[in-house]
């Protein structure tokens, strides 16, 4: 099976301006999660989908949204760009049901100027 | 709050040597706990996964050791490789109606020649 991918893998955009990330999940899996990782604050929760609907969500701002397709692919949304926002967005699919296992994508680098 | 603390920040071991990392954690409705391994500029991939109903488990070189009265669990590599320098996560979930992980802050492991 192919596994989880992320597009665009890098990303450069001014302080402002609003992004879009994607995901495809791993084929079968009905369950995305997104993360941000940064040096500062590693790895951290911030939205989860299952059936396009939220079904968690992390302490970030508004500014940080998301939503899930029926064929399970997934998008983020980051609006007016802070220069904090500059991290690695990790997607990371799952089957959902007796396991837990996520499957994580190699991530999207944004970089914020 | 931090609720899954990682140690050592970072760890040098000789090729061939054992290194331990530790994990605890503070949230008793954890039921998840696996391990993660991510080179620099790829997604973190999954490593090996314990539940609190077994006290060991063993896949290949890796092994989770897991105290459930003291809410530690610790990852050690045998044999340990060059190849096996990598930056290590530990990570727990509560499972149920969300797959959120929570991640520890990461340990740098640099296996000697």
């Known amino acids: 099976k192919a596994g989880v991918t992320q597009t665009p893998r890098y990303l450069i955009k001014t302080r402002g301006q609003q992004v879009t990330l994607s995901c495809s999940p791993i084929s079968g899996h009905r369950s995305v999660s997104w993360y941000q990782q940064t040096p500062g604050q590693g790895l951290q929760f911030l939205f989860e989908y299952f059936s396009e609907t939220q079904r968690n969500k992390g302490n970030f701002p508004g500014r940080f949204s998301g939503r899930q397709f029926s064929n399970s692919r997934s998008e983020m949304n980051v609006s007016t760009l802070e220069l904090g926002d500059s991290a690695l967005y990790l997607c990371?699919?799952?089957?959902?049901?007796?396991?837990?296992?996520?499957?994580f994508g190699p991530g999207t680098r944004l970089t914020v100027t | 709050q931090q609720q899954v603390k990682q140690s050592p920040q970072s760890l040098i071991v000789q090729k061939g040597g054992i290194p331990i990392i530790n994990c605890a954690y503070e949230?008793?409705?954890?039921?998840?706990f696996p391990w993660y391994q991510q080179f620099p500029g790829k997604g973190p991939a999954l490593l090996i996964a314990?539940?609190?109903?077994?006290s060991e488990k063993k896949e290949g070189r890796f092994t989770i050791s897991f105290n459930k009265s003291a809410k530690q669990f610790s990852l050690h590599i045998m044999d340990s490789q060059p190849g096996d320098s990598a930056t290590y996560f530990c990570a727990a979930s509560k499972g149920g109606a969300t797959n959120k992980l929570i991640f520890g802050t990461g340990t740098l492991l640099a296996v000697q020649p």
């Open positions: 314990i539940r609190p109903d077994v």
């Open positions: 949230n008793t409705a954890f039921d998840y």
């Open positions: 990371a699919s799952s089957f959902l049901g007796a396991t837990y296992e996520q499957y």
